[in-house]
């Protein structure tokens, strides 16, 4: 069976995105790049909101199409296309791309998800992950912590009235200075009320 990694980049100062949605500050160079197509490479699907779905469709699918394209993306690029995708949303009519849109998250479905995964399953999005931490859906979290501090933007954590306790299971450093911090869930997530 596989497990629900929720992967996110982050600033230092705990923001996934600026203000305006921008991510010009990642820190994302070939290395880190060939670490995400390596993990890519061996998922079972993306689960993604519909924000997070409409960032990736609107550059992957035919990323490796342009000439200025390098191999590392053009390597993702396939990676995405081939890989089941899953996206949450109310309001999307239609989407391509070995993509199935859900209208709800549903915790039995979400689990019978993960029973015929052939892999692990990536979450992206920090309102979808908001969601999955509250009903517990969540085994592991895995943040890329940027070496920049943004000021203001969209936080990583959007489940105020959610307190879990994380056991540390890995960090790597890569050359860009970019910290990745595995954590796994060591008990369900409960209301901080």
């Given at each position: 069976?596989?497990?629900i990694i929720?992967?996110?980049?982050?600033?230092?100062?705990?923001f996934?995105?600026?203000?305006?949605?921008?991510?010009?500050w990642?820190?994302?160079?070939?290395?880190?790049?060939?670490?995400?197509?390596?993990?890519?490479?061996?998922?079972?699907?993306?689960l993604?909101?519909?924000?997070?779905?409409?960032?990736?469709?609107?550059?992957?699918?035919?990323?490796?199409?342009?000439?200025?394209?390098?191999?590392?993306?053009?390597?993702?690029?396939?990676?995405?296309?081939?890989?089941?995708?899953?996206?949450?949303?109310?309001?999307l009519?239609?989407?391509?791309?070995?993509?199935t849109?859900?209208?709800?998250?549903?915790p039995?479905?979400i689990?019978?998800?993960?029973?015929?995964?052939?892999g692990?399953?990536?979450?992206?999005?920090?309102?979808?992950?908001?969601?999955?931490?509250?009903?517990g859906?969540?085994d592991?979290?895995?943040?890329?912590?940027?070496?920049?501090?943004?000021g203001?933007?969209?936080p990583?954590f959007?489940?105020p009235?959610?307190?879990a306790?994380?056991?540390?299971?890995?960090?790597?450093?890569?050359?860009?200075?970019?910290?990745?911090?595995?954590?796994?869930?060591?008990?369900?997530?409960?209301?901080?009320?």
């Amino acid at each position: 069976m596989g497990k629900i990694i929720w992967t996110m980049s982050v600033s230092l100062d705990g923001f996934m995105e600026g203000p305006n949605r921008e991510i010009d500050w990642h820190r994302v160079d070939d290395e880190l790049h060939r670490h995400f197509n390596d993990w890519c490479g061996t998922l079972g699907a993306f689960l993604d909101g519909r924000v997070t779905w409409e960032l990736m469709d609107a550059y992957w699918p035919t990323a490796d199409q342009d000439p200025s394209c390098g191999e590392i993306e053009a390597q993702f690029a396939g990676i995405w296309r081939d890989t089941p995708k899953y996206v949450f949303s109310r309001t999307l009519r239609q989407a391509g791309w070995n993509t199935t849109i859900l209208r709800e998250v549903v915790p039995e479905e979400i689990r019978a998800l993960k029973e015929k995964a052939s892999g692990d399953l990536a979450l992206g999005g920090a309102d979808l992950a908001a969601t999955f931490l509250r009903l517990g859906l969540i085994d592991e979290i895995h943040t890329y912590v940027h070496p920049v501090v943004i000021g203001r933007g969209k936080p990583m954590f959007l489940a105020p009235d959610v307190k879990a306790d994380l056991r540390l299971a890995g960090t790597r450093t890569f050359g860009s200075g970019v910290v990745q911090l595995r954590h796994q869930l060591a008990g369900s997530p409960t209301n901080a009320h």
